[in-house]
T-cell receptor
Framework: AQKVTQAQTEISVVEKEDVTLDCVYE???????LFWYKQPPSGELVFLIR??????QNEISGRYSWNFQKSTSSFNFTITASQVVDSAVYFC???????????????FGQGTILTVHP | DAGITQSPRHKVTETGTPVTLRCHQT?????MYWYRQDPGHGLRLIHY???????DKGEVSDGYSVSRSKTEDFLLTLESATSSQTSVYFC?????????????FGPGTRLLVL
């Protein structure tokens, strides 16, 4: 069965520090997708990125970057020069293809609470 | 933003009472999902729907039932609420339900069972 582990329960940094949120996954499927979502204090879930299992290129979007390594089954998320507005809970999630029968079901990690202090 | 609303947004109820949560979408997406969020567990799938009247169980379906009589509405019912069902409930939608599809989430319903 698929599993996603976010071992860091809480991280606290000071503004402008770089911070990396770890995500390790388990799956037997060869085709799968990984996602990151942000949940700010207001409570909604905001989609950040989707990455498929065949694309190991790192991705950068502004201050955000993602490092996908199949060899270690990890999909880590780095925020450069963190800001107070980055304070949120961050979730990593996995969706397996299961031969096209998964119906897109997501398996989430436990979440990492990031607090950025001014 | 995806057009997803959930009602009620907050509810307090007593053990043993039935509760129905509603998810409404204006995107005409085929797939809809109900998740619950609990500390230490992230979000876990309760039930999902792949079309009108087509539903199936997720990881934590015990004590919950769902119905979908229209494309836009997906109802989650707690037949007899228990304190262990105190949680935040999120509805999500996706256009075609494939593993590559991004799911977009509603604002959530905070349920407290006393």
């Amino acid at each position: 069965a698929q599993k996603v582990t976010q071992a860091q329960t809480e991280i606290s940094v000071v503004e402008k520090e770089d911070v990396t949120l770890d995500c390790v996954y388990e799956t037997r499927d060869t085709t799968y997708y990984l996602f990151w979502y942000k949940q700010p204090p207001s409570g909604e879930l905001v989609f950040l990125i989707r990455r498929n299992s065949f694309d190991e290129q790192n991705e950068i979007s502004g201050r955000y970057s993602w490092n996908f390594q199949k060899s270690t089954s990890s999909f880590n998320f780095t925020i450069t020069a963190s800001q107070v507005v980055d304070s949120a809970v961050y979730f990593c999630a996995l969706s397996e293809s299961a031969g096209g029968t998964s119906y897109g079901k997501l398996t989430f990690g436990q979440g990492t609470i990031l607090t950025v202090h001014p | 933003d995806a057009g997803i609303t959930q009602s009620p947004r907050h509810k307090v109820t007593e053990t043993g009472t039935p509760v129905t949560l509603r998810c409404h979408q204006t995107e005409n997406h085929r797939y809809m999902y109900w998740y619950r969020q609990d500390p230490g567990h992230g979000l876990r799938l309760i039930h999902y729907s792949y079309g009108v009247k087509d539903t199936d169980k997720g990881e934590v379906s015990d004590g919950y039932s769902v119905s979908r009589s229209k494309t836009e509405d997906f109802l989650l019912t707690l037949e007899s609420a228990t304190s262990s069902q105190t949680s935040v409930y999120f509805c999500a939608i996706s256009e075609s339900g494939g593993s590559a599809e991004t799911q977009y989430f509603g604002p959530g319903t905070r349920l407290l069972v006393l």
